[in-house]
């Protein structure tokens, strides 16, 4: 006889998990600053800007001046969304691509009007998908662009049926050699893995304070940056180019703190990158072997 599992339990396999599940299906706090500046266009973020802000946004009339600020906070987190794809290649529309923790759905969109390509995106919340995809209903995509209610260490996808996987900061909830083992699976042979993602830097000589507080504000476990080409290395995925996006995202921090939406956590992300025991990473690696 077999006993009836309810979805989430098949999805959510540890208790952490599930805490990390239902922070993302309801975190009214942090939740604010995300929804309202995806409502400027439609689409909606959980991550952080980089570029060169337009500080004229916190000059001139009183009464614009908050919202004019959502908007360049939020052209820098597409900005930013916009550099994570152009390092995917030569996507064609035949391809398929996964977003490993895919949000609400932000860079999943932009990559499908990109690169006209087949999406899937999976995130352990279930109000997340749900929500992408009505966006996708909305956006008249459903046939392209899928999100699902999955675990990306585990997702039942086909081995070798993806041409290119990102992870837009979602990768201090999981073990990196579980997850690049999952990712090693799925991409077919010289297909591409791109990861942006804030992580520790061993050089400073041990976890700083502020990283640590970053981790208490999101209940994430941020990995040193050693880890990621370890548990790389360990599952043939072989970078290609890796790139310090620190000085890059420094700014949009420093405009954050300007703006009502501010949540707190930017006084330890500020820190962290300024004393050099944090980094904002993005690495490309490809897969060899089979
Ligand atoms: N990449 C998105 C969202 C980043 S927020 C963006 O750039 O907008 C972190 C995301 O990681 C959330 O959607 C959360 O549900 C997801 N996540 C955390 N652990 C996960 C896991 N084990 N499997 C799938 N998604 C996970």
Sequence with gaps: MTTFRPESERVLHTDYQKSVAAYWNNNPNDDRVNTVLGEVDGLYHHHYGIGEPDLSVLEGAEDTRQERLVRELHRLETAQADVLLGQLGDVRPG???MDGGSGR?????MANQRFGC????VTISEYQAGFANDQAAERGVTDRVQFHFKNMLDTG???GSMRGIWTNETTMYVDLFELFAEFSRLLEPGGRYVCIT????????ARSASVSWIDAHYGCNIHPR????KALAANNLVPVAVTD???ATIPYWELRTHSELATGVEKPFLTSYREGSFQYLMITADKVGR
Excluded: K, W
């Design 95 to 97: 391809d398929r691509l």
């Design 245 to 247: 996006l620190t000085p």
């Design 105 to 109: 759905g932000g860079t999943s969109f």
């Design 226 to 229: 050693s880890e990621y080409f």
């Design 118 to 121: 087949r999406m899937d995106g």
């Design 157 to 159: 996808f086909e081995a």
């Design 198 to 205: 804030g992580c520790s830097n061993d050089v400073f000589g």
